[in-house]
T-cell receptor
Framework: AQSVTQPDIHITVSEGASLELRCNYS??????LFWYVQSPGQGLQLLLK??????LVQGIKGFEAEFKRSQSSFNLRKPSVHWSDAAEYFC??????????FGAGTQVVVTP | GAGVSQSPSNKVTEKGKDVELRCDPI?????LYWYRQSLGQGLEFLIY????????KSGLPSDRFSAERTGGSVSTLTIQRTQQEDSAVYLC??????????????????FGSGTRLTVV
């Protein structure tokens, strides 16, 4: 069955530093992959998605992610983090019904 | 509507009471999903609707949980005889179903802000 794994439960990063969040997927065919962000007390917001084609995907808020089939990864990156990026980030994939399967999430803390 | 609307936003109920949570999806989105987010448990799939039918209800944790959808639009999640372990944020999402996806642009899931359920 399709699944994603987020190895890092918690990451602390300084404001202005770069950020990379890891996501590994388990699926035979090309998966549909998503990154969502959830700010405290807020709902889930889609950052970006990948279906096929270009392996580097640009999203909102300056985020990008790269699909690497050889590594079964879809890592999320941002070159320079802002304090407002402190949130929980979820990687997700879908099954044939379109049911989203989420990773456990990575909590990002931004320090001054 | 412009987004997925869920009501109520917060619900406090006594153990043993029944509760109903409502989701109003984006107009035109025939697929609707319910998820639960418990503290320390991540995002848990509950049930999927395509139109008014539910081809996948594998995530409902017990027979106290049920959901329906009418008119291919609004969905109601009902929890009977609530227990403290039911306390969580219940999230609803809607989308075009995979079979209707014609481009990457129109495929995506829009989530509501959720209903925070507290059972005391």
């Amino acid at each position: 069955a399709q699944s994603v794994t987020q190895p890092d439960i918690h990451i602390t990063v300084s404001e202005g530093a770069s950020l990379e969040l890891r996501c590994n997927y388990s699926y035979g065919a090309t998966p549909y992959l998503f990154w969502y962000v959830q700010s405290p007390g807020q709902g889930l917001q889609l950052l970006l998605k990948y279906f096929s084609g270009d392996t580097l995907v640009q999203g909102i808020k300056g985020f990008e992610a790269e699909f690497k089939r050889s590594q079964s990864s879809f890592n999320l990156r941002k070159p320079s983090v802002h304090w407002s990026d402190a949130a929980e980030y979820f990687c997700a994939t879908t099954d044939s019904w379109g049911k989203l399967q989420f990773g456990a999430g990575t909590q990002v803390v931004v320090t001054p | 509507g412009a987004g997925v609307s869920q009501s109520p936003s917060n619900k406090v109920t006594e153990k043993g009471k029944d509760v109903e949570l409502r989701c109003d999806p984006i107009s035109g989105h025939t697929a609707l999903y319910w998820y639960r987010q418990s503290l320390g448990q991540g995002l848990e799939f509950l049930i999927y609707f395509q139109g008014n039918s539910a081809p996948d209800k594998s995530g409902l944790p017990s027979d106290r949980f049920s959901a329906e959808r009418t008119g291919g639009s609004v969905s109601t999640l009902t929890i009977q005889r609530t227990q403290q372990e039911d306390s969580a944020v219940y999230l609803c999402a809607s989308s075009f179903p995979p079979g209707q996806v014609v481009s990457q642009a129109n495929y995506g899931y829009t989530f509501g802000s959720g209903t925070r359920l507290t059972v005391v």
